[in-house]
Antibody, heavy 126, light 108 residues
Framework: EVQLVESGGGLVQPGGSLRLSCAAS????????MNWVRQAPGKGLEWVSY????????YYADSVKGRFTISRDNAKNSLYLQMNSLRAEDTAVYYC???????????????????WGQGTLVTVSS | DIQMTQSPSSLSASVGDRVTITCRAS??????LNWYQQKPGKAPKLLIY???SLQSGVPSRFSGSGSGTDFTLTISSLQPEDFATYYC??????????FGPGTKVDIK
């Protein structure tokens, strides 16, 4: 059974740092691209960051670029999000999500997030 | 970045109703469109990928259609467990894979 379990959330003061972890099991973690998605209280979903299966390709949302760092340890089946210079607007539930390509024959017709963790709440407040 | 809109933002419906939610992209995204369901306090759940492919384990009353800029999620006969918020997501070209603002389906 595929499982993604986030941890590391909590209350942090503005300007502070936090490191989130996502422990993966039930699949070959090193074969999959991974993402972080967040959801502010009462708001919609916002994609945060992407990392390729090897870790060689990384993308960030403009809202977190320069402050957040995504990484992975394939030997430990773990995904990470280092969050620095935190702001009140970073308050959200953070989800890790596995990415899959939709393939029809040899053509990719979409990319989608097929498994999500339960989320970890990050609250930035003084 | 590609912007996604959804309509309506909320709707009230009864069990057994046919429900249709629309998602529109700011530019053509071919079939790179996914639909998720989210219940309060829970993680999103994939329903439909590549515009019309039903994710394994998802009931067949859910269906998706469309291509280019206009897409539709249809629930053929609304069930009590379907009351939730639904999000579309585009995954065309390079990141970010933006989500729509969501459509909340509640009980009439």
């Amino acid at each position: 059974e595929v499982q993604l379990v986030e941890s590391g959330g909590g209350l942090v003061q503005p300007g502070g740092s936090l490191r989130l972890s996502c422990a993966a099991s039930g699949f070959t973690f090193s074969s999959y691209e991974m993402n972080w998605v967040r959801q502010a209280p009462g708001k919609g979903l916002e994609w945060v960051s992407y990392i390729s299966s090897s870790g060689s390709t990384i993308y960030y949302a403009d809202s977190v670029k320069g402050r957040f760092t995504i990484s992975r340890d394939n030997a430990k089946n773990s995904l990470y999000l280092q969050m620095n210079s935190l702001r009140a607007e970073d308050t959200a539930v953070y989800y890790c999500a596995r990415e899959q390509p939709a393939v029809r024959g040899v053509i990719i017709t979409s990319y989608y997030f097929d498994y999500w963790g339960q989320g970890t709440l990050v609250t930035v407040s003084s | 970045d590609i912007q996604m809109t959804q309509s309506p933002s909320s709707l009230s419906a009864s069990v057994g109703d046919r429900v249709t939610i629309t998602c529109r992209a700011s530019q053509s995204i071919s079939s790179y469109l996914n639909w998720y369901q989210q219940k309060p306090g829970k993680a999103p759940k994939l329903l439909i990928y590549a515009a019309s492919s039903l994710q394994s384990g998802v009931p067949s009353r859910f269906s998706g259609s469309g291509s280019g800029t206009d897409f539709t999620l249809t629930i053929s006969s609304l069930q009590p467990e379907d009351f939730a918020t639904y999000y579309c997501q585009q995954s065309y070209s390079t990141l970010p894979f933006t989500f729509g603002p969501g459509t909340k389906v509640d009980i009439k």
